[in-house]
């Protein structure tokens, strides 16, 4: 294995920086000439690709995005956007792929992988919602963000004596809003998983009242439905003057966090040896804090569980 190239896609995720210095300075390290494409599956079809140097990677382990630019390439699932995608490795002696996304990418790692390319798979997405890994690159930084931002909403929250709804990332899964609102003590957690009762979440609101007490945190997963309704619902049946925050992108970026940073740093450095070991069409992972890979194929036709047992930790701590 020569050359390899490495590209970042679908949504940005903090700590993607990190994977992909330690892509290319692992490539680097083992005398392989690596190669960034710039802007996803759009960089491989359009032949946006560049030498990568150790120090074209260097001062970016702590910030937050992709160097290299993204993008959800609609071209590249078209079959004259993968021939030509197909036609640029071969130009360009790609010899193996490092791809860092989320699903929709590791689709189109499949797809390569099918068409006899080398590829290897790193899971970067805020939202945690690939089933073969415990882990993905970004999520607990995007949890913190939200913790912080429930942090100050709770402030205003008590001096006002108001009930606030947060919507939080996670498309299709409830991850964020569970992790962060276990982590900031919400009274009310709403996931696409887990039905929920709007009567229920203002008994508690009520409940908190009767005992003095001022904020009320309601986290909404986006995915759920509208969370002005939710808001007016809350109001209505409460007589609690509800406001609504959509935390939206700030949720995505901003520095990495500590474990981003390693995680990434550990399963880029990965990817790169298993390329070098000849392996291929396999996604690099964390089950049970350790790095391990599978073959795309099983992993993307895993479906997620979600995490019931810590749903209900949050929900009794939160009476
Ligand atoms: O990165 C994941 C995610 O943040 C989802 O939670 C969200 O639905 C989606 O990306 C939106 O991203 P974009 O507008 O960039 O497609």
Redesign the pocket.
């Known amino acids: 294995m020569k050359t390899i190239g490495v590209l970042t896609s679908?949504?940005d995720?903090p700590g993607m920086n990190a994977a992909l210095r330690a892509v290319v300075r692992t490539g680097i390290y083992n005398d392989v000439r690596m190669m960034g494409i710039k802007c996803g599956y759009d960089g491989l079809i359009n032949g946006d690709i560049d030498d990568m140097t150790l120090s074209s990677v260097a001062d970016i382990i702590h910030r937050g995005g992709t160097v290299l630019k993204t993008a959800?390439s609609d071209e590249f699932v078209t079959k004259d956007g993968f021939n030509r995608a197909l036609n640029i490795i071969d130009v360009f002696n790609l010899d193996g792929l490092v791809v860092l996304g989320g699903d929709g990418t590791f689709k189109g790692a499949k797809s390569l992988a099918d068409a006899g390319i080398p590829v290897i798979g790193i899971p970067c997405?805020?939202?945690n919602d690939l089933a073969y890994t415990d882990y993905t690159i970004g999520f607990f930084t995007a949890v913190e963000t939200v913790v912080e931002a429930i942090g100050k909403i709770r402030d205003t929250s008590s001096s006002h004596g108001r009930a606030n709804v947060i919507e939080v990332?996670?498309?299709n899964c409830g991850d964020i809003a569970l992790y962060s609102g276990l982590a900031g003590g919400a009274e009310s957690i709403i996931v696409p998983e887990i039905e929920y009762d709007i009567d229920q979440i203002c008994e508690k609101v009520i409940r908190g009242r009767n005992r003095n007490k001022l904020h009320h945190i309601i986290i909404v997963a986006?995915g759920v439905g509208n969370p002005y309704s939710i808001a007016q619902e809350v109001e209505e049946k409460t007589n609690i003057e509800t406001k609504v925050t959509v935390l939206g992108y700030l949720q995505?970026g901003g520095t990495p966090n500590t474990l981003d940073r390693i995680m990434g740093s550990e399963m880029g450095k990965s990817a790169v040896e298993l390329l070098l070991e000849g392996k291929s069409a396999r996604l690099v992972g964390v089950k049970c804090n350790d790095i391990f890979d599978i073959d795309i194929d099983e992993a993307l036709k895993m479906r997620r569980t979600f995490d019931k047992g810590m749903y209900n930790t949050a929900n009794i701590l939160s009476l």
């Open positions: 679908g949504g995720a959800r997405t805020i939202d990332m996670g498309r986006e995505r």
